[in-house]
T-cell receptor, first 116, second 113 residues
Framework: NAGVMQNPRHLVRRRGQEARLRCSPMKGHSHVYWYRQLPEEGLKFMVY????????ESGMPKERFSAEFPKEGPSILRIQQVVRGDSAAYFC??????????????FGNGTRLTVT | QKEVEQNSGPLSVPEGAIASLNCTYS??????FFWYRQYSGKSPELIMS????GDKEDGRFTAQLNKASQYVSLLIRDSQPSDSATYLCAVRLSGGSNYKLTFGKGTLLTVNP
């Protein structure tokens, strides 16, 4: 009964490169959420997706960031032309659709992105 | 006005004492409330959820919700050093079928042996 799987666990990119973060939700979960956490700060919502649909991207920076959750395969958070300020822990979470508004989020282990 | 507020701490309690963690939220229509624990360098893990006014107990943990005061708290009885972590309050704000959670910044709890 695998939990939320994220990879890679650690990612190092030089400024200007692209970063791709992957997330496979828990079995049976069709809702995926991405959060960013800077050191000593709370979890900041970025985007909420269901299969093939972006439901809420109000927390995503307008440029360089994109997310998808295709019909098949994991959810991808893509950061183009990374800058040092993108260095953070990126957490993916998933929830089960049956619980509706009462469903908790279950988090993956995160991807620690370091931009050099 | 911040949507979910917590005292950042640190909150320090001796082993065996009761730790009390508090959280307030701004959206009066919020319906679902969650407490997560996050150890340093790790991911958040769900401790408890609460949806109705009153108390909900699970082992050493008790969540309390007062919607009129827009206040939710977490009590940890018989605190152990292993409870030392950051505790995150999360609220599902009202708004139809948008199921994202909004988190407070967390309260750092230290339990001293």
């Amino acid at each position: 009964n695998a939990g939320v799987m994220q990879n890679p666990r650690h990612l190092v990119r030089r400024r200007g490169q692209e970063a791709r973060l992957r997330c496979s939700p828990m079995k049976g979960h069709s809702h995926v959420y991405w959060y960013r956490q800077l050191p000593e700060e709370g979890l900041k919502f970025m985007v909420y997706l269901q299969k093939e649909n972006i439901i809420d991207e109000s927390g995503m920076p307008k440029e360089r960031f994109s997310a998808e959750f295709p019909k098949e395969g994991p959810s991808i958070l893509r950061i183009q032309q990374v800058v040092r300020g993108d260095s953070a822990a990126y957490f993916c979470a998933s929830s089960h659709p049956a619980g509706g508004g009462n469903s908790p989020l279950h988090f993956g282990n995160g991807t620690r992105l370091t931009v050099t | 006005q911040k949507e979910v507020e917590q005292n950042s701490g640190p909150l320090s309690v001796p082993e065996g004492a009761i730790a009390s963690l508090n959280c307030t939220y701004s959206d009066r229509g919020s319906q679902s409330f969650f407490w997560y624990r996050q150890y340093s360098g790790k991911s958040p893990e769900l401790i408890m959820s609460i949806y109705s006014n009153g108390d909900k107990e699970d082992g050493r943990f008790t969540a309390q919700l007062n919607k009129a005061s827009q206040y939710v708290s977490l009590l940890i009885r018989d605190s152990q050093p292993s409870d030392s972590a950051t505790y995150l309050c999360a609220v599902r704000l009202s708004g139809g079928s948008n199921y994202k959670l909004t988190f407070g910044k967390g309260t750092l709890l230290t339990v001293n042996p």
